[in-house]
């Protein structure tokens, strides 16, 4: 610490020198730091300032120290400074010099930080949504100090992609709940930093968060898709049907043709079911129509089950008591209600849930384990995405994990007429 604390910061020749990096070059000021972070050809550097919080006994709080650190304003690498927002070293210095974070603590003022942008985003987004932010944003040491002590424009992108990490939890069997959780964290704190950045007030620069990957890149690259067991989904499904019958149906639907859940399957009619070539037309898909969803020998006998009785080829497949069809909107706490108290009642304190505990599983689990099964079964990948509804490469991405896994077994079990050995040679 002791060279960086005596850079020569004083003129542009000797910052110029200076290694590009996100560290800012120090040197002391009193008992402060002035921090500069020079950065690529072109652009200015930064400065600011930095002070160790001690205890009342002046010790320090951890080992490495805990700090509070305040953006002043650009180098006068490029344009000349004017005092303001364009500061000389001198002009660096002096601001430096006479920053008191405590006071500042007492008064409000000073660098706009995440924690004043959190706070300010209670009054726009609501308590919940604020309580959130102050749990998964606010409790969160990032270094030396609290994540929500860090001004806005000093953020950098590998912070909150880090902070958005840690929201996601690797277990294969929660990585799917969590990642949906993380959605809805990220979501929140996203509009508090455009909140932030609108108000032009809070003097708030840097956008770094609008950088970051989509959330949904994050979950396919490499992460395990949750669904169920064979056995799993199974037990579900006659549990499902112990409470609301309709509704098991909805869900052994999907299990049975890995369509997507709601209108995909619940714009489909008894006319659409073709028992004699085994398969059923899905008129409405995200991806276009798809004719020829083929059936099992067991889907089959579930989908003639369904239309038993019922002569009129534009009658719902999927039908309520009344016989009227489902629907996403009106029938959703229904569906959900079902769900949640047949997984729990499978799968007990295995259940997906996100990080606060909360129950996260969706109808889509059962698309999922289509997909899966089917390709562990040996069914080709084209066929799975012809099926489903997808593209190869789409498939491939996500469910990643499942054709890896199913590769290895087919080589595993060719190997040996393969006449491959491996041999260790003699030294």
């Known amino acids: 610490m002791a060279n960086r604390a005596t850079t020569d910061l004083v003129t542009t020749k000797a910052r110029d020198k200076l290694e590009v990096r996100a560290k800012p070059h120090y040197t002391s000021v009193g008992a402060k730091l002035l921090g500069y972070t020079r950065k690529g050809a072109g652009e200015a550097g930064v400065w600011n300032?930095?002070?160790?919080?001690?205890?009342?006994d002046g010790k320090r709080l951890k080992a490495g120290g805990v700090y509070k650190q305040k953006f002043l304003g650009f180098a006068d690498d490029i344009e000349a400074a004017n005092g303001i927002d364009i500061l000389s070293f001198e002009q660096a210095r002096r601001e430096a010099a006479k920053w008191d974070y405590k006071q500042e603590a007492a008064t409000g003022t000073g660098a706009y930080t995440l924690r004043k942008a959190i706070e300010a985003h209670k009054h726009h987004a609501g308590e919940k949504a604020y309580s959130g932010l102050v749990y998964n944003v606010l409790r969160v040491v990032e270094g030396r100090e609290q994540l929500g002590d860090i001004a806005i424009?000093?953020?950098?992108?590998?912070?909150l992609l880090k902070l958005r990490q840690s929201w996601i939890n690797t277990d294969p069997k929660k990585v799917g709940a969590s990642t949906r959780s993380a959605l809805r964290k990220w979501k929140d704190l996203n509009s508090c930093l455009e909140q932030a950045f609108k108000n032009k007030e809070n003097g708030v620069t840097v956008t770094v968060w609008r950088d970051?990957?989509?959330?949904?890149?994050?979950?396919?690259?490499?992460?395990?898709?949750?669904?169920?067991?064979?056995?799993?989904?199974?037990a579900i499904i006659a549990a499902a049907r112990a409470i609301d019958s309709p509704v098991a149906d909805y869900f052994e639907l999907l299990y049975r043709t890995g369509a997507r859940p709601g209108v995909e399957v619940m714009s489909l009619t008894v006319g659409d079911f073709n028992a004699k070539l085994g398969g059923i037309s899905i008129r409405k898909g995200k991806t276009g129509p798809r004719p020829g969803v083929g059936l099992d020998d067991d889907g089959v006998a579930f989908c003639t089950r369904l239309v038993a009785g019922r002569t009129a080829t534009t009658a719902p497949l999927l039908a309520r008591e009344d016989g009227s069809k489902f629907d996403t909107v009106n029938d959703y706490k229904r569906i959900t209600r079902v769900l949640d108290a047949?997984?729990?009642?499978?799968?007990?304190?295995?259940?997906?849930?996100?990080?606060?505990?909360?129950?996260v599983v969706v109808p889509y689990a059962f698309r999922h384990t289509f997909i899966s099964r089917r390709i562990e079964d040996g069914m080709d990948i084209a066929l799975v995405a012809k099926q489903c509804g997808n593209s190869v490469k789409e498939i491939e991405k996500t469910y990643a994990h499942v054709t890896f896994d199913a590769l290895s077994r087919a080589m595993k079990k060719s190997a040996p007429q393969s006449g491959i050995r491996l041999v260790k040679e003699a030294a």
Do not use: C, H, W, Y
């Open 342 to 359: 047949a997984v729990v009642q499978v799968l007990g304190e295995n259940a997906p849930k996100d990080d606060d505990g909360n129950l």
């Open 212 to 234: 970051l990957p989509k959330m949904n890149q994050e979950r396919n690259d490499g992460a395990r898709v949750v669904n169920f067991s064979t056995e799993e989904v199974v």
């Open 49 to 56: 300032v930095r002070e160790e919080i001690k205890g009342a």
């Open 153 to 159: 424009n000093l953020l950098k992108a590998s912070q």
